[in-house]
């Protein structure tokens, strides 16, 4: 029975009473700190990465796209809407590709393969077969088959006959030309930051398309990047040095995380012999059986939390160092893993919080209001979606916020939230007046339905699980067969040497975490008022 309070305690009480020092919060402590500064330089070289990927697709765009502004519009960089435009874009980009090297003012060049040799720019032309088309009569004559030809750069600039073959082509005919080629950089802003330069590959597509046959050609350029392994490479001063460091201080973090995983599972698997003892204890002695909110008492969910936290801890400061020795660029996968953990770290605090009586308000507020709020959710969301799909199939064509499933959830969410609504309602076209006129309808049947309803059926929710919690505190929680067996006990012995501080501690531990344990209702069947 003393080892069945002792587990209930929280730790200031633990040391009050056995004189053990809480491990576990020390280590806790430590890691918060360890893996937020990890988080912190992690996030500010990735940052660096970020901004060299963003600005080398710029400035890409600005060096083969003819007339590029800087700004994209949703699904095309520049359009175009002549034939004579379309051949002089086109020979744009094979002649800057040409000069590349007097015209990049950035550390960039063409890429080779493993040979030396250098990789050649592809052009592809895919239209269909053969055709004829006469809007004037409406007669048309087509090869829905697709024919693709590709050139090499160097052909189409040796052959001058080639080149012009490649050219007369119908237009009308066209579906789409793709131009790929592949460059190779080096990020040298990450020697600021006392860290070794990355190399990387570019993959670069550029892209007229004609699928729509609209007279409107869409040009656009997308980038793959990739890092890749600088074959040779030479550098002074305290980079590397730096590199060394931060290799260490990784491998410290996982050597942190180990030992928090491994207190948190003794402590479970300790939790859960502490459930079976007890539970043989009732058995033996009073024929009863743990109820379930009882058995819940000995499974903290803090553990767990923190024992996933600590995985993911590791396996994202396993990706780092592979990152920090060049070895991996999985910078979005590893941002996942420290990003996810160190949420989950800061989350598990609340738990200590939790000691503190005013604080713990939040806690078992959240507790008592998460069934409700969930269910209530479930049935909210069903109209939601209703509203998602019904907004996409009718005011798609026509607005630009509902032109996408995720957009038109998105653009709720923000009507819901009382952001954007005028833009949203100025911005659709009235040209269809039937579909203007089911709009307003249904933008205000949305807006009326789930800010003055829902909303605020979800916050009365909330406000009455926190009117129940403020209640109990007032005139005491309901006591569940577990707390009633342990204040029917002796008090646990403490260790203290003066006797008045004795008589407090022995007070404060006979009320001690279980206290603040919230249940609703009882679920052991008949209530029990004693165990003797």
């Not at 024919?147 to 001058?160: A, M, P, R």
């Not at 990784?250 to 402590?267: E, K, M, P, Q």
């Not at 502490?274 to 043989?280: D, H, K, P, T, W």
């Not at 923000?414 to 579909?435: E, I, P, R, Y």
Request: proline residues 2%.
């Amino acid at each position: 029975l003393d080892d069945l309070k002792y587990y209930f305690m929280n730790p200031c009480e633990k040391y009050r009473a056995r004189r053990n020092i809480p491990w576990k919060l020390g280590v806790q402590i430590l890691k918060i700190v360890m893996i937020t500064t990890q988080l912190i330089l992690f996030g500010l070289n990735n940052q660096l990465v970020v901004s060299y990927k963003e600005e080398n697709t710029m400035a890409l765009k600005n060096l083969f796209l003819k007339d590029y502004r800087g700004v994209d519009e949703d699904d095309y960089s520049v359009a175009v809407y002549t034939q004579h435009d379309v051949y002089d874009r086109l020979f744009y980009v094979l002649e800057q590709y040409s000069q590349l090297g007097r015209l990049s003012v950035g550390p960039i060049s063409y890429a080779e393969d493993e040979d030396g040799k250098l990789l050649p720019l592809v052009v592809c032309k895919e239209c269909y077969k053969k055709g004829s088309l006469e809007p004037s009569d409406g007669v048309y004559n087509i090869d829905a088959q697709l024919e693709t030809s590709e050139w090499d750069h160097l052909v189409l600039v040796q052959n001058n006959q080639i080149t012009k073959t490649f050219l007369f082509f119908i237009i009308s005919m066209l579906v789409d030309i793709t131009i790929t080629f592949q460059l190779k950089g080096i990020n040298l802003q990450t020697v600021r930051s006392r860290e070794l330069p990355d190399c990387y590959s570019f993959s670069v597509t550029i892209t007229f398309d004609n699928q729509c046959h609209s007279g409107m050609v869409k040009i656009w350029l997308n980038i793959g990047t990739e890092r890749s392994a600088c074959t040779d490479w030479k550098i002074s001063g305290t980079a590397q040095k730096n590199t060394h460091y931060l290799l260490v201080f990784d491998g410290f973090v996982i050597l942190i995380c180990l030992t928090s995983a491994v207190l948190c599972t003794r402590s479970i698997i300790l939790a859960v012999r502490l459930l079976q003892r007890f539970s043989r204890f009732l058995h033996e002695n009073y024929n009863r059986k743990v109820c379930e909110d009882d058995q819940r008492e000995f499974l903290n969910g803090w553990y767990v939390l923190v024992i996933v936290s600590d995985l993911l801890a590791i396996i994202g400061s396993i990706l780092k160092m592979e990152i920090q020795a060049k070895s991996l660029t999985s910078y979005d996968v590893c941002s996942i893993f420290l990003g996810t953990s160190t949420l989950m770290v800061w989350v598990s605090v609340i738990r200590y919080l939790g000691y503190f009586q005013k604080y713990n308000v939040l806690i078992l507020t959240m507790k008592a209001a998460f069934p409700k709020v969930l269910r209530f959710c479930c049935c909210a969301g069903m109209i939601y979606l209703g509203y998602t799909f019904c907004g996409w199939i009718v005011l798609g064509p026509y607005h630009e916020k509902f032109e996408g499933l995720s957009r038109v959830a998105e653009c709720l969410f923000s009507l819901l939230n009382g952001d954007d609504m005028f833009t949203t309602f100025a911005q659709l076209k009235d040209k269809n007046t039937v579909v203007w006129l089911f709009s307003r309808a249904y933008l205000f049947t949305f807006i009326s339905l789930f800010i003055y309803m829902v909303l605020s059926l979800f916050i009365a929710l909330i406000t009455d699980a926190y009117e129940t919690i403020k209640n109990y505190q007032e005139n005491g929680f309901p006591l569940t067969d577990l707390q009633k067996f342990l204040r029917e006990q002796k008090d646990f012995p403490v260790v203290e040497e003066n006797s008045q501080t004795d008589v407090h501690i022995r007070r404060s531990v006979l009320c001690c975490c279980p206290r603040y344990k919230f249940m609703v209702q009882f679920v052991c069947g008949s209530s029990m008022t004693s165990y003797h």
